[in-house]
């Protein structure tokens, strides 16, 4: 790392680790007391910072951009292993923040330079997404929670800590949009029948709750398993909706309609917005631009000028405003732009302005956003299309002042475009948002009436090219090169590959399912393979891999494929299996599995082995013994469902041990623990607690109240190739009187 790097960041990890308040970042006040501030430094965004947080309703993912905007500072270049910028999203839909997991990007030093249009290629863009099991309503009662994203370079941010301060790194906010649903449900029955009736909601929700209402099946979750990123497009449900007409569209825009719309925006901004007329050349923007794209015959247009005459509508000065292509961003503009090389992903923000003009509400077909992308891969200054991607688009009259923020999500095959690491890797992309109609597919200059464009660069991660060889890629979620060829354990510096996430550098065994990828080569399409395990410790023979896997394709569409006779399938392409899956291994116990790739007319061309763990060991909560008391009259041991006076300080012992150990903590219910209320004889939550290992409970805090005390213990096992942190919890209950 260049020597001009202070060294607060060239030495950031070995600072927090000697002193983990070494910046005065440390939440903990009890800690903190003993640990001195050396630099008091929070939230620099001097190297990273967020640009965008937003939410795809089709995909049900939350995305951040974060723009890298320096060439050093990353420790090393793309040939070494570089650093992460972790982001971890927490999404409150009104009862307070819920956390929605985190995700990294893999950043590296990478010079200045331009691209070849002589534009300097930094800032680059890069996004990280996880995805959300949303709370979901009925489409007349919108969800718009507010969003919060917590950036932060090489420190992941705590699980459940909302409040999190990054060193370096930085907080936003936003508030995006849920997609609905269409199917009327008896719990919906509340949101719907209150405000209309003007009924108690606890009279309805007793109806709702009685047997005279029918109960249909429950809402169908995304298609097929939890799986690797990306993940199939969640179904759509309830019938398709019929775009509301020029006719409709007038009549819930006039003056009088709007005036009485506005009054029930929550938003003094937004009501003033609701107010303003919307112009009859947006919301007869689609039937404009048809007209003037010349696929509309004589007839249609004069049946388009005779409809819009009889509603008083100049449609030759439509037709002109709409030609004029100057990019209006009114109503929706967009923002952000950037990838998601985990997840080979472009993503695009865009942000919804104002509550009215988007062709109707919620439980309506609306309209559409389309965003189309556009790549320099080549870096020879001639844009490629690479796709376009459609966002529904509703009038929201509850949507805060700020507006809301939306993501395109359009599936890349990177593996194309990846080089070796010598190669700088930096690209020109292009995003070109058009409202109600689709932008163009062949010029990539093209500026819509209603929308933008949008130009960034954007960072291809190295690997190896395409070369038309068969092999593992990806075994149990982690990089093959990352996993060591004979323990069968990660390697120190190894991630889960589809979302970024660093592995812990003590190695991690594998757990339950075993994924296996390969390349998405197009010079394999057709070539049948097929996968074949076997347990290396007790010396078992091979046998073929049989069992279906799960496939998503471009489109977002996901499909099984069952392995024929013997375990042979077609080699995958991008198209139909955008993650080159060939396979799920099941497994069993704890021992050292291998798993053999075979070709036909090949043999067998590749092997892996990884360690398994799928016992996860128990920790204990045990009472401390009397002997404990005679140290201080004041203390008391802890008792299974004893009671005990507030201000009394509780004992017990504790051990947390596991093969593959990972951390142990502890939490209060049903209230948190107090700061500073519990201390362990174990100082780092990250070692092991032997047996007879000691904690002890300051109870002036506690109110009176039953509590329990829960000891929790996770190990690093990588579980069915997506995740790590699997925990048992052991608890010791008592109350406080």
Not at 545 to 569: I, L, Q, R
Not at 583 to 603: K, P
Request: aromatic share 8%; glycine share 10%.
């Amino acid at each position: 790392m260049p020597n001009d790097i202070e060294p607060s960041r060239r030495s950031f990890r070995r600072l927090i680790a000697t002193n983990p308040n070494h910046f005065g970042t440390l939440q903990d006040s009890a800690l903190a007391a003993f640990l001195p501030v050396v630099d008091d430094k929070q939230s620099d965004t001097g190297y990273e910072e967020i640009g965008c947080v937003s939410f795809s309703p089709e995909r049900d993912r939350l995305e951040a951009t974060v723009v890298i905007k320096r060439a050093a500072g990353y420790s090393g270049g793309p040939c070494t292993t570089g650093s992460a910028e972790w982001v971890r999203f927490f999404v409150d839909f009104g009862s307070g923040w819920v956390d929605a997991g985190s995700a990294a990007a893999r950043v590296f030093d990478v010079p200045l330079g331009a691209d070849c249009a002589g534009d300097k290629d930094h800032p680059y863009i890069a996004v990280v997404g996880v995805l959300l099991t949303p709370l979901r309503r009925f489409c007349s009662t919108p969800v718009l929670p507010r969003v919060r994203a917590i950036l932060s370079w090489e420190q992941e941010p705590t699980a459940g800590d909302p409040g999190f301060v990054p060193v370096w790194g930085e907080v936003q906010e936003d508030t995006v949009q849920i997609r609905p649903r269409r199917r009327l449900y008896p719990g919906d029955l509340v949101d719907v029948l209150s405000p209309v009736l003007q009924l108690d909601p606890k009279v309805i929700a007793q109806l709702v709750d009685s047997d005279v209402l029918p109960v249909p099946v429950p809402d169908p979750g995304p298609l097929g398993p939890v799986a690797l990123n990306p993940q199939p497009l969640p179904p759509v449900e309830g019938p398709a909706l019929v775009p509301l007409s020029l006719d409709v569209l007038r009549r819930i825009y006039a003056p009088e309609k709007v005036k009485l719309l506005a009054e029930r925006a929550l938003d003094r901004r937004v009501a003033k917005l609701a107010l303003d007329p919307v112009p009859p050349h947006r919301f007869a923007a689609a039937e404009a631009t048809a007209a003037l794209s010349g696929v509309v015959g004589p007839s249609a247009l004069a049946s388009a000028t005779i409809a819009a005459g009889t509603l008083d509508i100049d449609w030759g000065d439509i037709l002109g405003t709409v030609e004029d292509g100057k990019g209006d961003t009114t109503y929706e503009e967009l923002e952000c732009l950037g990838l998601d090389d985990a997840a080979g992903q472009l993503v695009a923000t865009f942000r919804v302005k104002r509550p009215t003009g988007f062709s109707g509400p919620p439980c309506s077909a609306g309209s559409t956003e389309h965003v189309a992308f556009w790549a320099d891969f080549d870096d020879d200054c001639a844009m490629t299309y690479l796709g376009t991607v459609a966002v529904a688009a509703h009038d929201f009259i509850t949507m805060p002042g700020g507006g809301l923020s939306y993501a395109a999500v359009l599936p890349v095959d990177l593996a194309a475009y990846r080089r070796h690491c010598e190669k700088p890797g930096l690209h020109r992309v292009r995003a070109v948002l058009s409202w109600n109609t689709p932008p163009s597919t062949t010029d990539p200059d093209a500026v819509p009436h209603w929308g933008n464009r949008l130009d960034t660069h954007v960072h291809v991660l190295p690997g190896r090219p395409y070369d038309g060889v068969a092999r593992l890629t990806i075994v149990g979620g982690v990089a093959t090169g990352e996993i060591d060829p004979t323990t069968g354990v990660t390697r120190p510096v190894a991630h889960i590959a589809y979302n970024g996430a660093v592995l812990d550098p003590r190695g991690c065994p594998f757990a339950g399912r075993v994924t296996a990828h390969g390349p998405t080569d197009p010079a394999l399409a057709g070539v049948q393979y097929r996968l074949l395990a076997r347990d290396v410790t007790t010396g078992g023979t091979e046998s073929p891999v049989m069992t279906a896997f799960y496939v998503v394709d471009s489109n977002g569409f996901g499909s099984w494929v069952t392995p024929g006779a013997g375990g042979w399938t077609s080699w995958p392409v991008w198209s139909t299996n955008t993650l080159g899956t060939l396979g799920y291994i099941d497994t069993s116990g704890d021992h050292l599995w291998e798993t053999w790739l075979e070709v036909a007319g090949s043999g067998v061309v590749d092997t892996q082995r990884f360690a398994l763990d799928n016992t996860l060991n128990a920790a204990s909560v045990d009472p401390a013994n009397a002997a404990h008391l005679a140290f201080d009259p004041g203390q008391i041991a802890a008792q299974h469902c004893g009671k005990f006076t507030q201000g009394m300080k509780v004992l017990g012992t504790y051990d947390a041990r596991d093969t593959s150990f990972g951390s142990w903590s502890f939490s209060l219910l049903p209230f948190p623990l107090p700061a500073g209320a519990l201390t362990t004889s174990v100082l780092l939550s990250t070692s092991e607690a032997p047996v007879g290992s000691t904690w002890a409970l300051d109870t002036t805090g506690l109110q009176p109240c039953g509590y329990v005390l829960r000891l929790s213990v996770s190990d690093r096992a990588i579980v069915n190739s997506t995740w790590t942190g699997r925990s048992v919890p052991v608890d010791i209950g008592f109350c406080i009187e």
